[in-house]
């Protein structure tokens, strides 16, 4: 939306041309501009079924709960698999317990991709809400200055209104009773 008082903000602002900006300057210029709110945090497209289910598991794997829940089980795999219960011939997985490191590394290596597919998904979120939070600080930024420009206006109209009434209450003095040199 580039129109001369976008132009005319953006160098007095930013001291650049406006076409010379990168395109979140640009916005927020066009913000200032047409005096609109910032808008509120811009949100990610939904998530789709494989998303979800990836934040889940992430949510539910990276807690303490699942840790805990995941050391009961070994514990319990490591008694019912140990020397004691072997004797009972309950034992279907005898130490060294490889049926169980096949298990584990099969959750690892399932666990880890939607865990990394879970924190795609937050950096990228994380990256749109930091370019918001830096377009409106940046605005902010601006509308700063902009008042700071028009207070230094108004003082210096009146200053210089004051200074003119102050030259013509003098004339208007000199001129009632003229001072001898």
């Given amino acids: 939306m580039k129109t001369a008082l976008t132009d005319h903000l953006a160098q007095t602002l930013l001291h650049k041309r406006y076409a ?14 047409g005096e609109a709110p910032s ?15 990836a934040d889940r598991v992430a ?13 009961g089980v070994l514990l319990v795999w490591v008694l019912i698999n140990s020397p004691l219960m072997k004797a009972l011939g309950v034992v279907f997985d005898p130490y060294p317990f490889i049926f169980l490191n ?6 690892a290596a399932i666990q880890a991709p939607v865990i ?6 937050a950096a990228a979120k994380d990256r749109e809400e930091a370019e918001h939070d830096y377009a409106v600080n940046l605005r ?13 206006a108004i ?14 209450i003098i004339n208007r003095l000199e001129a009632r009773s003229p001072l001898e040199v």
Wanted: hydrophobic letters at 50%; aromatic letters at 8%.
């Fill in 20 to 33: 010379d900006l990168p395109a979140v300057q640009q916005q927020v210029i066009d913000a200032v501009a």
């Fill in 39 to 53: 808008g509120p945090s811009p949100e990610l497209e939904p998530a789709g079924f494989w998303e979800d289910l």
């Fill in 59 to 71: 949510r539910v794997g990276g807690s303490w709960t699942f840790i805990f829940a995941f050391l």
């Fill in 102 to 107: 096949l298990i584990l590394s099969m959750l």
């Fill in 116 to 121: 990394m597919m879970s924190q795609n998904r």
């Fill in 140 to 152: 902010a930024e601006l509308e700063i200055l902009r008042l700071h420009d028009r207070l230094d």
């Fill in 155 to 168: 003082e210096e109209t009146l200053l210089r209104e004051i200074l003119d009434r102050q030259a013509e």
